[in-house]
């Protein structure tokens, strides 16, 4: 079983957030996965520069599935867990609820790859980081 935290976020949406249509744009959703991602990370005592064994991580896949509109100040909340995990790799679940009717209105995954960033590889992911996302 891999590490899940609940609530590791909270957003309200911002004028920028907003696209031409009057609600949350692709782009901020993406920020949104990443400000979550930064976070829960920063709870397990990592950042994405840093996982241990000098690597980082480097962003290769991501999927963005808007549920309901998404409108200028709306308040929501994020939830993230870790799902697939290989040698060198492993996957974020997201999943965005409005705050005011409890609605998941955005969820996705990202695929992100160990890399050392002074070799420019791919490297593997360290048992340090794979001890902290068991549970």
């Known amino acids: 079983m891999w590490l899940s935290k609940e609530n590791i976020a909270r957003f309200e949406v911002r004028i920028g957030d907003i696209n031409y249509g009057g609600h949350l744009g692709n782009d901020a959703a993406l920020l949104l996965f990443q400000d979550a991602r930064i976070r829960f990370l920063e709870s397990i005592g990592f950042s994405e520069k840093h996982?241990?064994?000098?690597?980082?991580?480097?962003?290769?896949?991501?999927?963005?599935?808007?549920?309901?509109?998404?409108?200028?100040?709306?308040?929501?909340?994020?939830?993230?867990?870790?799902t697939e995990v290989t040698t060198s790799s492993f996957e974020l679940k997201y999943s965005i609820k409005?705050?005011?009717?409890?609605?998941?209105?955005?969820?996705?995954?990202?695929?992100?790859?160990?890399?050392?960033?002074?070799?420019?590889?791919?490297?593997r992911l360290p048992e340090a980081f794979l001890t902290a996302i068991r549970r």
Not at 53 to 80: C, N, P, T
């Open 51 to 82: 996982i241990g064994d000098k690597a980082g991580i480097i962003l290769s896949e991501a999927h963005v599935y808007f549920r309901k509109e998404i409108f200028l100040h709306d308040e929501l909340l994020a939830d993230v867990a870790v």
């Open 98 to 123: 409005r705050t005011g009717d409890g609605a998941e209105v955005l969820n996705g995954s990202t695929r992100l790859i160990a890399f050392d960033y002074e070799r420019k590889k791919v490297t």
